[in-house]
């Protein structure tokens, strides 16, 4: 990726460890999650997982970049300076894309950068979690180390990251859209464990899709000061390798030795593979409805 060039976004905040305060801690159904479950069963979740309590309105959302405890180190810093230019490139993408497709303004998420915790409106979590966007705020959360954990699971690269950010902005378009609430309603009407995580799939499923669309488009509306683009032809492998390393069935493989599909929450890595490509080659929000396809009415 040519991204050296690029607009970098305003909407970043950089909070350092723990971010936010640590505050009561998140309560997950069915159970406390160690550290490796965690990793396993929601990188790139676009939802943190239900909690049993919501947190104290005063320990609600990040805490200003110069409280930050440490530094940047310079690789950090680089890293930071290409979550910037990323997060600018999908603002300047769906800025044109969803007025034009679903005749809504864009309204930009802000991006939180922490380590090892932080406490978002959605509770606190994590950096073993992965990323995940809290609708509650409209924010990003990212913990920079999980780009070298993206790494040993077989997805190097700079578009694998890129990936990695417009899937989390694609739950943010689903949220913009009146999705992720629907979908919601749906999940706490649902009859059982199985049917619930079934929605969870198709929810991340068409976040793959919204980032597809994102690639689709990125080019088109990259803001540089230099003549390059920002994806190149040879970045698309490493994308899709990254939408298969954070398929259930591979991560379940390699953590349990088996698959269990009804266990599912974000799709199996074909599953997640195809509808990366499918947004990626129609540029269509209409192409990624993956609930549809299902045979959920929203």
């Known amino acids: 990726m040519e991204w050296q060039g690029g607009r970098r976004s ?106 090892d915790a932080v406490q978002s409106a959605c509770g606190f979590a994590q950096a073993a979690m992965g990323p995940f966007y809290c609708p509650a705020d409209q924010r990003l959360y990212l913990d920079l180390g999980f780009f070298n954990q993206l790494s040993r699971m077989g997805a190097p690269g700079d578009f694998a990251r890129a990936y990695v950010i417009a899937h989390e902005v694609g739950h943010h378009v689903q949220n913009l859209l009146g999705i992720e609430r629907r979908v919601m309603q749906l999940r706490r009407a649902a009859g059982s464990r199985e049917d619930a995580n079934a929605l969870s799939v198709l929810t991340e499923l068409q976040a793959d899709c919204y980032a597809g669309v994102w690639a689709h488009h990125a080019n088109a509306n990259f803001k540089t000061t230099g ?56 540029g269509e929000l209409r192409a990624c409805d993956t609930f549809g396809k299902a045979g959920v009415r929203l």
Not at 227 to 233: A, R, T, V
Not at 249 to 278: C, I, M, N
């Open 10 to 115: 305003e909407n970043v905040d950089d909070v350092g460890r723990g971010g936010g305060g640590l505050g009561r801690p998140l309560a997950f159904g069915g159970g406390a999650i160690g550290i490796i479950g965690a990793i396993l069963f929601y990188l790139l979740t676009g939802q943190v997982p239900d909690m049993q309590e919501a947190p104290a309105p005063s320990q609600v959302g990040p805490q200003s970049q110069s409280q930050a405890q440490a530094p940047r180190s310079a690789a950090e810093q680089q890293q930071r300076e290409f979550v910037s230019v990323i997060l600018a490139s999908t603002e300047d993408t769906w800025s044109v894309v969803l007025p034009r497709q679903a005749r809504i303004d864009y309204v930009p998420p802000r991006l939180t950068l922490f380590e």
């Open 227 to 282: 003549k390059g683009q920002l994806i190149q032809p040879s970045d698309i492998d490493s994308g899709l390798a990254a939408a298969a390393a954070v398929g259930d069935d591979r991560l379940q493989r390699q953590s349990r030795g088996y698959v269990a599909p009804e266990s599912f929450t974000h799709g199996s890595s074909a599953q997640r593979v195809s509808w990366f490509k499918t947004g990626m080659q129609t």
